[in-house]
């Protein structure tokens, strides 16, 4: 449906691309996140396929058709798109509901109301509809944001980020709601976010970008489970990575790096190594421990409080080795 090749792109000015040889198709419905430590390209990558700029090398294609950017389109923006930058661009002297409806059809004024309605519900905001956009927190205005783009039901729906403003409870719901409307109208999704839970709970495939290069373009549980990289594994947090002269040391032989999340290494009276705690966080649901064993320093779960000093035994229950 949308096909990347071989994109490049450097900002006028520069002479540093600031993406690289950018390769990945895009089913119709799917969702796509893209990650990528901060300044990696992701917002970049949302302009280009929006239209927003003009790419040196590489095509865009919707179907059979080439996507040019400004220089070729007397409007910028795709009109099967949306795309919700981070700024959110509402006008404050029309009200929410107004807003919502900017784009839509004059046409059939009940159904114009239905989507404004049916968008304003899918981010919980319906009570807000005759209120001004600047009266509102700036978690509410990236809602009006989103719904404005979910209103026009476009083929395709860029995210820059669309809930980097809202509180945890508020985002569980909303992100829900939101995902299940695109998939419910078959729409292909593709937004960039920071926080991981986003990229594994809502998103088919995980884009990972690293210095402008596309680093892993893979299912959610492929890029969890098999990692094209040690930049990739910190993407996600807490990790234990080990060279291949320290794995050994936990009877694991490779030739390359090895990846053991912290649920991977269990805790119990009675593991194969013993380890000495040098630190336990709580975490919420369980603590986070931090030990050290042989030199190597390593983190796992445990639902015991361990303090300084403790002596405990552990045992890895799963590894990957990294190719690279
Ligand atoms: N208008 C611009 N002119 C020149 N360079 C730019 C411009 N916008 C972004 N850049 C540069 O392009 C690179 C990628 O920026 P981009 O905003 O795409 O990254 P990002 O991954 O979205 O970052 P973040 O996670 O911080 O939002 C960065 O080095 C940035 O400094």
Sequence with gaps: MLKIDNLNYNYPGFTENVLNNINFAVQKGEVISV??????GKS??????????????????????????????????????KYVAQDYDLLDFVTVGENVGK??????????????????????????KHIFPNKLSGGQRQRVS?????????????????????DQTLKLSIREKIMNWCKAHQ?????????????????DKILVLQNGNMIQFDKVENVRNFPASEYVTRLFGYVN???NDESP????????????????????DNGNFRGKVIETKFQGRDYLVRFSYENIELLAYSTQKFIKDDIISFEVKKYRALKR
């Design 35 to 40: 990650i990528g430590e901060s300044g990696s």
């Design 44 to 81: 970049t990558l949302l302009k280009l396929i929006y239209g927003l700029l003009d790419f040196n090398e590489g095509e865009i294609k919707y179907g059979d058709k080439k996507l040019k950017g400004p220089l070729y389109n007397l409007i910028p923006g795709h009109k099967m798109m």
């Design 103 to 128: 784009f839509l059809s004059n046409f059939d004024l009940a159904l114009k109301q239905k989507n404004i309605y049916e968008a304003l519900d899918v981010v919980e905001l319906t009570d807000f």
């Design 146 to 166: 989103l719904a404005r783009a979910l209103a026009q039901q476009p083929a395709i729906l860029l995210l820059d980020e669309p809930f980097s403003n809202l």
């Design 187 to 203: 729409i292909t999704v593709i937004f960039t976010t920071h926080d991981l839970s986003d990229a594994f709970y809502t998103s």
């Design 241 to 243: 990575v080990l060279r």
């Design 249 to 268: 040391k936990l009877s694991i032989n490779t030739t390359t790096s090895v990846v053991i999340y912290p649920e991977e290494i269990e805790i119990s």
